[in-house]
């Protein structure tokens, strides 16, 4: 299955400094043994289309071999250090799974 999170980051936190910690934390994540792969992202510079929206500040996309997998992540502590450390940063955040 496939976890996709975009982040749109408060304005006081979007600064090359505070962008730097959070793709550290990004970075982090990958480490948790449940995740199978992904990566994450900024929005590409493609041409701008009504149907395209680059309001976000990242994306993150992750896989799982089981949806057992994503559930124990969700609960996982190093995910939730990530929650805890970085929640007060986001302006939104917007979560879709795919199976």
């Known amino acids: 299955m496939e976890h996709h999170v975009y982040f749109w980051l408060k304005d006081e936190r979007n600064n090359p400094e505070d ?34 929206d680059q309001s976000w500040d990242y994306a993150i996309t992750m896989t799982f071999h089981t949806l057992e997998d994503h559930d124990a992540y969700q609960v996982d502590p ?22």
Not at 35 to 48: D, F, L, Q, R
Not at 79 to 98: P, T
């Open 19 to 52: 962008r730097a910690v959070f793709e550290k934390g990004l970075d982090d994540l990958f480490k948790v043994d449940l995740v199978a792969g992904g990566h994450w992202s900024v929005p590409a510079k493609v041409e701008i289309r009504p149907v395209v």
């Open 78 to 99: 190093d995910h939730q250090v990530f929650i805890q450390s970085f929640k007060d940063w986001w302006a939104n955040v917007r979560v879709s799974d795919l199976a």
